[in-house]
């Protein structure tokens, strides 16, 4: 063999390296340093979980679940946020209340809900014990007609003044309506996930398939991440739904009706996608029924992006991985 085509059939060979090279793998410790920029692994506690009494939790357990909190004793928390296997959801586009009428919003996760800035699709909401008593009260929820009425009614129901006593002690005023609000807060700050995706991030190089890092490389690369960051991959900011075409529906005009500022219509606050995959349908209406669909909306509306069925797919792979183990999917 002469030196050029000695140094041809190198050049060939190097060539055939380069080329197999950009169709191998990705490489998944690249991708874990460039993630850990905008995303981090769930803590092990929520915050203000240090606090949390086991009398407090259990009491808090017992009122998700109590329907008597309602004005026909027909509906808990958990008729909407279900976690009989499902993910703190009921997977439809809206719920029907005690009485069976609708409301406009999609019922959103209660897993992980305290690491969120604030609670409610607008963020009307401080925190979680802020947002319990809401629902109570709302007439189109469970109905209860003001916060007296709940507390009288919990003091007529066996065990509850006990466990109120239990749960606060030293307060002289144990069961009261603030103190309802605290127990179902410190009872939803024991709902923490666990999945693939933080095992990842922890240095599990196999913890992600092929599809699933092509898919969170995608979602940087296109920078989801600039809204969808931290814990939860989400939760932590508002945004606007609709950057650079318009969200189908107009009605429902999000922040603007808690901040009265006409830069915050159609501001949200940006959807946490740990379980993402088990919760829908989605948007705050419900109005995409697929997670990949969802994932072709938000690269149309906030990216300006018309993204291929197959790059879809993979980053609905990606967040597949978000998923609690063992969690099973959608009935
Ligand atoms: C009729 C169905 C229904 C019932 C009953 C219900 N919720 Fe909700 N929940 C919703 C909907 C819908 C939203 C979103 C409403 C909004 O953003 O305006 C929501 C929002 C929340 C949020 C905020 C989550 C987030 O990511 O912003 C929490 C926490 C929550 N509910 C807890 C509870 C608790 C605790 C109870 C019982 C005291 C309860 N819910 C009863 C439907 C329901
Ligand atoms: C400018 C901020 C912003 C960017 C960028 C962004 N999102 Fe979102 N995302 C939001 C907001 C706000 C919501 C909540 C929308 C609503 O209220 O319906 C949301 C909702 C979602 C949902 C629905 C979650 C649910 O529970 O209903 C998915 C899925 C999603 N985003 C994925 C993505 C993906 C994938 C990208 C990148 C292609 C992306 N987002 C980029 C702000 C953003």
């Known amino acids: 063999m002469g030196v050029r085509t000695l140094g041809a059939a190198v050049a060939v060979l190097l060539a055939a390296a380069v080329a197999s090279q950009s169709l ?64 703190g959801v009921d997977n439809l586009p809206t719920s029907p209340g005690a009485r069976g009428e609708f409301g406009t919003r999609n019922t959103p996760t209660v897993l992980n809900a305290g690491w969120q800035i604030a609670q409610f699709w607008d963020g009307r909401a401080a925190d ?50 603030a103190n309802l609000g605290e127990a179902i807060a410190a009872f939803e700050r024991t709902l923490v996930t666990r999945d693939r995706f933080d095992d990842f991030l922890a240095g599990d190089d196999r913890a992600l398939g092929e599809p ?59 959807a946490p996608l740990r379980n993402v995959a088990l919760t829908g349908p989605y948007f705050h209406d419900g109005a995409v029924a697929s997670l990949a669909g969802a994932v072709k909306m938000m690269a149309r509306l906030q990216h ?13 792979a990606f967040l597949g991985s978000l998923s609690d183990k063992g969690r099973a999917g959608p009935p």
């Open 24 to 87: 191998a793998a990705e490489d998944p410790g690249r991708l874990r340093r460039k993630a850990l920029r905008y995303v981090e692994p769930l803590p092990a506690a929520m915050p203000g979980a240090e606090s949390d009494t086991p009398a407090r939790i259990e009491l808090g357990r017992r009122l998700f679940h109590e329907p008597r909190l309602s004005i026909n004793d027909t509906q808990s928390c958990s008729s909407c946020h279900r976690l009989d296997g499902a993910a």
């Open 128 to 177: 979680l014990a802020d947002q319990a008593g809401q629902p109570i009260l709302n007439p189109v929820e469970m109905g209860m007609p003001g916060a007296a009425a709940v507390v009288a009614k919990l003091r007529t129901l066996e065990g509850y003044p006990e466990a109120f006593a239990a749960a606060f002690p030293g307060d002289p005023d144990p069961l009261s309506f």
């Open 212 to 270: 699933e890092l092509r898919g969170l490389k995608l979602f940087m690369g296109l920078n989801c991440v600039s809204c969808h960051d931290g814990p939860l991959v989400g939760g932590g900011l508002f945004a606007n739904l609709g950057q650079y075409a318009p969200y189908p529906n107009q009605e429902d005009t999000g922040r603007l009706a808690v901040t009265g500022k006409e830069e915050d219509r159609l501001a949200f606050k940006v």
């Open 304 to 316: 300006n992006r018309e993204l291929a069925d197959a790059e879809a797919a993979d980053i609905a």
